[in-house]
């Protein structure tokens, strides 16, 4: 029992650190410029779709990832400059109609090049295999993940809490107009932002790849959690995002893991095989339901 | 935004658009396109489930991302009263509706205490719920839906027939419509678009506020139940895809692209969506790309969506 809390807390936090790589993005651009992004998800489809071709091309899957990620972030870049300027000054329901629309546009294009059928992304070879930790045995790829997780997101971290740029990005979240009239070019700072949240979206589409299917669609389930992540966290608030990240992830993996034979051993069996997957599937929703209750502007607002 | 109040030419319009409709499914059978009567049914559907949404997002200025969850329940509900033998509409139906309509006072219960995003998200947390209930409730049909075994009767006339069928959905619509349309006028709409405009001032005048607000969320998703009822029978099955997210953001678009906070919006959006759909996947079956594209134009074009060429608010 204790080895399958630890497995499963493992794949937990393996997955929390791939929803913080989306909900980075997410909740700063989401934070500054007050744009509802629903094509975050489809950023990470795409960026996915990205790295499966490089990998492909490439034959290796660490410059397939490198190249998949800088094609992400040149499309994103592209975006950014094309459509979503358009959509700052816009009310929410014109973002949420025209980034809609991207979503469409983004899953057809998808289905035109690749296909309809899933793209397979092996795991480079080296990973392929377990790797005993103590006295059991866990996928050496998604330790691999783990690592990288925690790199990148350590890395962000630092940036964004210490270093100069990370303060005009946390200043633009809090109070976009002061931060503007204190001389500093948050449109700029915005386009740089937008940019280097995509290639995370790619980042993380592509190192998750391999454990679920590439495939069109992909980015519509993941998009309302990474939601749900800065939900929980507080908008604009990258540590919010993190700790966020972390929550839903293990509570995600743990309740499915967990709680079908918790309500086992408390609820006749029929009962329990019917309600555990339905409780395990609306855990993080309830909690973040009850989160906003207690705190409306989740665990740590940027903007006070 | 500004009060809702109806154009002066928009009686006779309505009223011509009545007889329009009402003649159309003979129109479609003279000329032996029986087919497009299930299309027409379809339309008036949608046009009442983005009807309600528009009550609640465009009169109560509430944006809600999870109204979809208001829509699957009450096709659920129409599809368990005929399990449990009820196959009377006049009966199910409104069954359907309280059914949504508690379910939405509920979540409108604990998302009004919310703001803003926050709302927007809590609302789509409350869909997903529902939606993640029917996917795992094995008895009502999982993942696959509940089959209907044939379309209801209404007072004993039975709907099988497609015909029979339309002028249900139409009477349904056109009942709504009436009552939208009161209700805009009423009092009740008065003090929803108020607080619309501006919350602070009507609560300093001693509206119950969180109230109002309560109730106009709950009598939209009691409209959104009836239309659910009705798609339930007109396809035969409740599904789960009925509560997916995406369902609730297609609503929303046809609020938006039709026109929010006028009366006829999200008839309008219906409309033109579904229309576009029929036409876009006769050329390509990349329709979809066609139709982000029409999307965005929109966005960027037309941004008070169409019905505000055609109507008129008045400040």
Known sequence: ?????????????????????????????????????????????????????????????????????????????????????????????????????????????????????????????????????????????????????????????????????????????????????????????????FVFGTALCALAGGLLGPLLAVQVGMGESVLILAFVVIIIGGIGSIRGALVGSLIVGSVDTLGRALLPTLLRALLPADAASTLGPALASILIYLLMAGILFFKPQGLFPARA | MAFYRAAPYQKPVAIALVLLLAALPFGLTAFGQEFYIGFATRVLIFALAASSLNLVLGFGGMFSLGHAAFFGIGAYAAAICQQAGINEALIAFPLAMAVAGLFALAVGAISLRTRGVYFIMITLAFAQMAYYLFVSARSWGGDDGLPLLGRMTLAGVSLADDTHFYFAAFSGLTVAMLFLGRLANARFGRVIQAIRENETRMEALGYPVFRYRLVCFALGGALAGLAGALLANLTGLASPNLLVWTQSGTLLVMVIIGGVGYLYGGAVGALILLCLEEVLVGFTPHWHIALGLILLGVVLFAPKGVAALFGKKHG
Request: with cysteine; net charge negative.
């Open chain 1, 1 to 193: 029992m204790t080895q399958l809390i630890l497995e499963q807390a493992l794949n937990g936090l393996q997955f929390g650190l791939m929803l913080f790589l989306l909900a980075a993005g997410l909740t700063l651009v989401f934070g500054i410029m007050d744009c509802i992004n629903l094509a975050h998800g489809s950023l990470y489809m795409v960026g996915a779709y990205f790295v499966a071709a490089a990998t492909q091309a490439a034959d290796s899957f660490w410059i397939g990832l490198g190249a998949g990620a800088a094609g992400a972030a040149v499309l994103g870049l592209l975006l950014e400059l094309s459509l979503f300027r358009q959509f700052y000054k816009r009310d929410h329901l014109s973002q949420v109609l025209a980034t809609f629309a991207l979503i469409l546009i983004a899953n057809e294009a998808v289905r035109v090049i690749w296909g309809a059928q899933p793209v397979m992304l092996n795991p480079p070879d080296a990973l392929a295999g377990p790797v005993e930790i103590g006295d059991f045995f866990y996928p050496a790829y998604r330790l691999v993940i783990i690592a990288f997780g925690l790199a990148v997101a350590g890395l962000l971290y630092l940036v964004v809490a210490k270093s100069r740029v990370g303060m005009w990005v946390r200043a633009g979240a809090a109070n976009r107009e002061m931060t503007e009239a204190l001389g500093i070019n948050v449109q700029a700072l915005f386009t740089a932002v």
